[in-house]
């Protein structure tokens, strides 16, 4: 049998640009300035563990300085490589030009299996990681801040955290040196459920425009829509409970590592995530009908296909029996160029991971503001808000009453027009703009261009053209 050959991970992201690009009149060499990565780290350091020294290897890769900090999460991955460290800080390169973020695009990644470990090892080697990477300001609240990312999440950050402000004891912004910290460490609130409710909000968008989910030969809203997600981790658990719980939709199936759980009538997100939490894994999951083959999983009639684990899931191999009419990239890279193209020529409706999964490093951008700002959002103006709206709300009631109208203002509205806005509301209300915003623009070019017929060709464009206005301005 021939075997099938796909290019890598950094490939593939570089094909993607590559299409956009030839779009475009970048002027000359500014098209390879803005793909190349321009420098990744390897770093090899040993830590005694169980009396026996052993050597990690590990990557922090910068792909654009055009704007510092540079900015992307660190993995925890046995499968963790040069190449795909620089694929996936390219792709924050392009994420946070789409999403107006201003921050350049890194990534960071530790070849490891935290599972593996108990909790002060991987302590240890954590902070001996985050002592490696800040003594060369990889990590640096104004050069380079990281986040959390698959295998690792608010503990780890709190140790990164913490390092760092050990090394540098007098500087006032050490906490805006990492995000994703646990709140009681200079954390935001809503961070943890960032990229899921990104997913969530990007969806909700898409189905605003009827054209849109016409495209994807749907229609109608998110409730009721059969959903199939790969990954019940930080990112694929949130959007699966927000998108179940809030908009109606159904989780037909959750596809994870060693196999598949289904119920046509819906599962309860709560509940498996709890049994994966409890067990590692999903057999005997009593919400749904467990599998082993969860290879072909993703390939079962559904609305919506969201797979949210790991990069290349969907490859030669088994993209022509993908069924989803419309897929949300959550994981970073998990469609390879080939598949891609394949998909578009079917009429598969691609929201990319550019843009769908940007949720995350949205609120990121959040917290390094809250942290060099020194204040939690919405501090100074919740209660005096409070009052004003209590005021316009007695206000009312009182003309309500006095002109003998037989009615009065519902408890519902009273309550929710009263409250003034917290860390949290700020937090989702700015997340929200946010993913509309940069919907609308890819949507612009995927309409106005004649010669873009996909999201992801769209998406390219508009955070290429920012990146090199942004060269532009620095006189390159
Ligand atoms: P996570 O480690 O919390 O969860 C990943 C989940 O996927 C785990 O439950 C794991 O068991 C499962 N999984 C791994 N391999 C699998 C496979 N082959 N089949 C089925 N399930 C598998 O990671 P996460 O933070 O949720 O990240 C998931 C993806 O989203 C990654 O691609 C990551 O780069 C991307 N992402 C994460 C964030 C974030 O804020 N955490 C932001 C943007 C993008």
Not at 144 to 164: C, F, H, K, L, S
Not at 222 to 229: A, D, P, S, V, W
Not at 244 to 268: F, M, P, V, W, Y
Not at 321 to 336: D, F, Q, S, V, W
Request: net charge negative; hydrophobic share 35%.
């Amino acid at each position: 049998m021939n075997k099938i050959i796909e290019p890598s991970f950094r490939e593939s992201v570089d094909l993607m640009f590559d299409r956009a690009s030839s779009l475009l009149d970048l002027k000359p060499g500014l098209e390879e300035k803005i793909k190349v990565c321009n420098a990744t780290y390897t770093v090899r350091f040993g830590v005694r563990l169980k009396g026996k020294i052993q050597t990690f290897v590990g990557y922090r890769s910068v792909h654009s300085e055009h704007i510092e900090p540079v900015k992307g999460g660190i993995r925890f991955s046995k499968a963790v490589n040069q190449d795909e460290v620089e694929a996936l800080a390219a792709l924050m390169t392009y994420k946070c030009a789409l999403v107006e973020i201003p921050f350049g695009g890194s990534k960071g990644g530790l070849c490891i299996d935290p599972k593996e470990y108990e909790e002060n090892e991987l302590e240890t080697i954590t902070r001996r990681f985050a002592y490696e990477l800040a003594k060369r300001d990889l990590i640096h609240p104004s050069q380079n801040v990281p986040a959390p990312d698959m295998g690792t999440g608010e503990r780890e950050m709190a140790w990164i955290a913490d390092q760092y402000s050990r090394m540098n004891t007098t500087e006032i912004n050490s906490r805006a040196c990492v995000t994703g910290k646990p709140l009681n460490a200079g954390g935001i609130a809503g961070r943890i459920e960032a990229t899921g409710r990104g997913i969530q909000y990007a969806l909700r968008e898409f189905f605003r425009h009827p054209e849109d989910v016409s495209k994807a030969n749907l229609e109608g809203t998110l409730e009721g829509k059969r959903i199939i997600i790969q990954g019940l981790g930080n990112v694929g658990y949130h959007a699966a409970l927000f998108l179940s719980k809030e908009d109606g939709a159904i989780i037909t199936s959750i596809i994870e590592r060693g196999g598949c759980l289904s119920n046509d009538q819906g599962l309860d997100v709560e509940k498996v995530h709890q049994h994966l939490l409890e067990n590692g894994n999903l057999v005997e999951c009593a919400a749904g009908k467990y599998n082993e083959d969860s290879k072909h999983c993703l390939e079962k009639d559904c609305d919506i296909l969201i797979p949210a684990a790991i990069e290349s899931v969907i490859n030669l191999s088994n993209v022509e029996r993908i069924k989803a009419p419309l897929i949300i990239e959550a994981a970073n890279g998990p469609i390879t160029a080939g598949a891609d193209d394949i998909l578009n020529k079917k009429g598969t409706i691609i929201i990319p991971d550019m843009y769908a999964n940007a949720g995350g490093v949205t609120v990121s951008y959040f917290e390094w503001v809250k942290n060099l700002s020194h204040i939690r959002f919405g501090r100074m103006r919740r209660r005096q808000e409070e009052n004003r709206n209590q005021l316009l709300v007695q206000e009312l009631g009182r003309i309500v009453t006095e002109s003998g109208l037989n009615t009065k203002l519902s408890e519902d509205f009273i309550e929710k027009y009263s409250a003034g806005a917290g860390e949290i509301e700020l937090v989702r209300s700015g997340l929200d703009d946010t993913m509309v915003n940069a919907y609308q623009s890819i949507r612009k070019v995927w309409y106005e261009r004649d010669d873009v017929n996909d999201l992801r060709l769209a998406a390219y464009l508009v955070a290429i053209e920012r990146i090199a206005e942004s060269y532009h301005s620095k006189g390159l």
